[in-house]
């Protein structure tokens, strides 16, 4: 999940950040150790001429810094430069105690400040070798001040021959001791750091992930916590519910989902599977299922409860339409076997009461009656006829049909039959608009929804007749009754189901079997005027649609 890239571009900050450090540092330590001594000398009534060079040391440190701090920008070797500047650091204690006296100099601990940054910058071979530097540099010049070469900086054997080998030898023990100890630290230091900064990586990798996760699922994904206040809102459920997470947030759950169960309950009793509703700004009323479960932190507090749902309003709708084509097929295979059991019996009824009725010694009164019988079976016929119809309707002849033909046609009929004498007819569609469908069964189902339509209006109102190119090319029927109520929406293309005291209920069923014969399907919601809106919504592909 770590990239090389990733930690090598880590590593480089962490040496520049430490070198940035060590420069600060050191110019701290040799501010307050020349300064000091150069205070101390120049109080003093002794060595008042060690003042100068010390201030000089001074300057020059702080020169050093600055160009350092300078190319610190531009350089890319980080390792080689902190190699410099502990060779720089070496030489200028060398120098410090060259001018301070030698062997009888304070400033020889300096070396162990060397080798001590030197394991913070380099490795633990390169510190020991700083070491080694450290004891090469102060043993020369003890060697050298030894045998009276360092006149010129007034060095001479000062103190007795066995101190100045008990100094090497004492001072080389503590430099390789210092350097062995501070660079086992500083290894174990590097490594833990590495450590860290790759788990600290890994984390910002997971987090990454994570949110790219929550913000390209499909399912909506929201965090309530134990007070029951919306925490986390990701994009889907946005997309789903409409809201953003800026109206979700620290809003309370169960008022904004009061249709679904996210109270005291949710949290004691999480929840696998289940449905509720939710209605968007819009008005539009969806049914989400959905599911909840605790949620924990690293530690195993308590977050809340994560609730994750899905948009399952199309899907119901599809379940209904399934539900609907099954109880269609059952009534298909229903009226198969009745077929013939009714028609048989029910022909001969009404041939002997015709028989009968041609009789010459029938009164009257028998004759009336044989007359209703006749007309019941007549009735009962036609009933049986639609209802096969209905149930095993043919196999549409498609062809490339002009629907505004059909209109014409229809509306024709309709003028001759006494029932729409009332009403208005509306026809709302261009010359031409062609579709490819089968002619008659089309036109019988548009005469079954116009009969719909005025049996709804009681004989009186508006009948629109219109076409639409709104995606799916669609056939509308529009009338100015009271409308379809939500309650007996679901059930109006029941075969059966109906509202009128003497229907059928195979009217509206013997649309909807049509349209999904064709590969529509019919819908049904409020027109302009309040009244029953009834489209016809076709499927369009090469073979169906023609150009219109």
């Known amino acids: 999940m770590v990239t090389t890239k990733t930690l090598k571009n880590q590593t480089e900050n962490t040496d520049n950040r430490s070198l940035t450090w060590y420069l600060i540092c050191r110019t701290a330590v040799i501010?307050?150790?020349?300064?000091?001594?150069?205070?101390?000398?120049l109080k003093g009534s002794v060595s008042r001429t060690l003042i100068p060079p010390l201030f000089l040391l001074i300057g020059i440190s702080y020169a050093e810094a600055l160009l350092s701090a300078l190319l610190l920008k531009k350089i890319s070797n980080t390792n080689f430069f902190s190699q410099l500047q502990i060779v720089w650091d070496l030489l200028f204690v060398s120098i410090l105690i060259l001018l301070t006296g030698g062997v009888e100099s304070v400033f020889?601990?300096?070396?162990?400040?060397?080798?001590?940054?030197?394991?913070?910058?380099?490795?633990?071979?390169?510190?020991?070798?700083?070491?080694?530097?450290?004891?090469?540099?102060?043993?020369?010049?003890?060697?050298?001040?030894?045998?009276?070469?360092?006149?010129?900086?007034?060095?001479?054997?000062?103190?007795?021959?066995?101190?100045?080998?008990?100094?090497?030898?004492?001072?080389?023990?503590?430099?390789?001791?210092?350097?062995?100890?501070?660079?086992?630290?500083?290894?174990?230091?590097?490594?833990?750091?590495?450590?860290?900064?790759?788990?600290?990586?890994?984390?910002?990798?997971?987090?990454?992930?994570?949110?790219?996760?929550?913000?390209?699922?499909?399912?909506?994904?929201?965090?309530?916590?134990?007070?029951?206040?919306?925490?986390?809102?990701?994009?889907?459920?946005?997309?789903?519910?409409?809201?953003?997470?800026?109206?979700?947030?620290?809003?309370?759950?169960?008022?904004?989902?009061?249709?679904?169960?996210?109270?005291?309950?949710?949290?004691?009793?999480?929840?696998?599977?289940?449905?509720?509703?939710?209605?968007?700004?819009?008005?539009?009323?969806?049914?989400?299922?959905?599911?909840?479960?605790?949620?924990?932190?690293?530690?195993?507090?308590?977050?809340?409860?994560?609730?994750?749902?899905?948009?399952?309003?199309?899907?119901?709708?599809?379940?209904?339409?399934?539900?609907?084509?099954?109880?269609?097929?059952?009534?298909?295979?229903?009226?198969?076997?009745?077929?013939?059991?009714?028609?048989?019996?029910?022909?001969?009824?009404?041939?002997?009461?015709?028989?009968?009725?041609?009789?010459?010694?029938?009164?009257?009164?028998?004759?009336?009656?044989?007359?209703?019988?006749?007309?019941?079976?007549?009735?009962?016929?036609?009933?049986?006829?639609?209802?096969?119809?209905?149930?095993?309707?043919?196999?549409?002849?498609?062809?490339?049909?002009?629907?505004?033909?059909?209109f014409d046609q229809l509306v024709d009929m309709l003028a001759t039959d006494p029932r729409f004498k009332g009403v208005d007819i509306v026809q709302d569609y261009p010359e031409e608009f062609t579709l490819v469908l089968d002619r008659g069964l089309i036109l019988q189902a548009l005469w079954d929804l116009a009969v719909n339509a005025v049996e709804a209006m009681q004989g009186k109102g508006t009948l629109t007749f219109r076409t639409e190119e709104q995606g799916l090319p669609r056939i509308v029927v529009e009338d100015s009754g009271p409308g379809i109520s939500d309650e007996i929406k679901g059930r109006i293309f029941e075969p059966f189901f109906s509202t009128k005291e003497r229907g059928t209920g195979l009217g509206l069923a013997s649309v909807y079997s049509v349209v999904e014969s064709h590969g529509g399907i019919v819908t049904v919601d409020k027109g302009a005027t309040g009244g029953g809106r009834f489209s016809l919504r076709f499927a369009v592909g090469e073979e169906q649609r023609c150009q219109h």
């Open 108 to 406: 020889s601990f300096a070396y162990l400040l060397v080798i001590i940054s030197a394991s913070f910058l380099l490795s633990r071979r390169l510190t020991v070798l700083a070491a080694a530097c450290a004891v090469i540099l102060f043993g020369g010049i003890l060697d050298l001040q030894f045998f009276n070469y360092l006149h010129f900086f007034n060095l001479f054997r000062s103190v007795a021959d066995g101190t100045f080998f008990s100094a090497i030898f004492v001072h080389s023990v503590a430099f390789f001791l210092t350097a062995i100890l501070s660079g086992t630290l500083a290894e174990r230091w590097r490594r833990s750091e590495a450590q860290l900064q790759r788990k600290t990586i890994d984390y910002a990798e997971l987090e990454k992930m994570n949110r790219t996760i929550l913000s390209h699922i499909s399912s909506g994904l929201m965090l309530i916590n134990p007070q029951g206040k919306i925490r986390s809102f990701n994009r889907a459920a946005t997309d789903i519910t409409g809201l953003s997470l800026q109206d979700a947030y620290d809003q309370n759950a169960a008022e904004m989902f009061p249709g679904l169960l996210l109270g005291a309950t949710a949290t004691n009793s999480p929840l696998n599977r289940s449905e509720g509703y939710f209605a968007r700004k819009t008005g539009e009323k969806l049914i989400l299922g959905y599911a909840t479960t605790p949620a924990r932190g690293s530690q195993g507090e308590e977050l809340g409860i994560l609730v994750t749902f899905q948009d399952l309003t199309q899907l119901k709708k599809i379940e209904e339409d399934l539900k609907q084509t099954d109880r269609l097929a059952a009534v298909g295979r229903l009226a198969a076997g009745m077929a013939h059991e009714i028609r048989n019996p029910l022909a001969s009824i009404s041939g002997s009461v015709q028989l009968l009725m041609e009789a010459a010694n029938a009164q009257s009164e028998d004759l009336r009656l044989m007359g209703i019988v006749v007309k019941e079976a007549d009735r009962l016929n036609e009933l049986l006829t639609d209802f096969l119809g209905f149930a095993r309707p043919k196999q549409p002849q498609k062809e490339p049909v002009n629907v505004a033909s059909i």
């Open 31 to 41: 501010t307050l150790l020349l300064g000091g001594a150069s205070i101390f000398y």
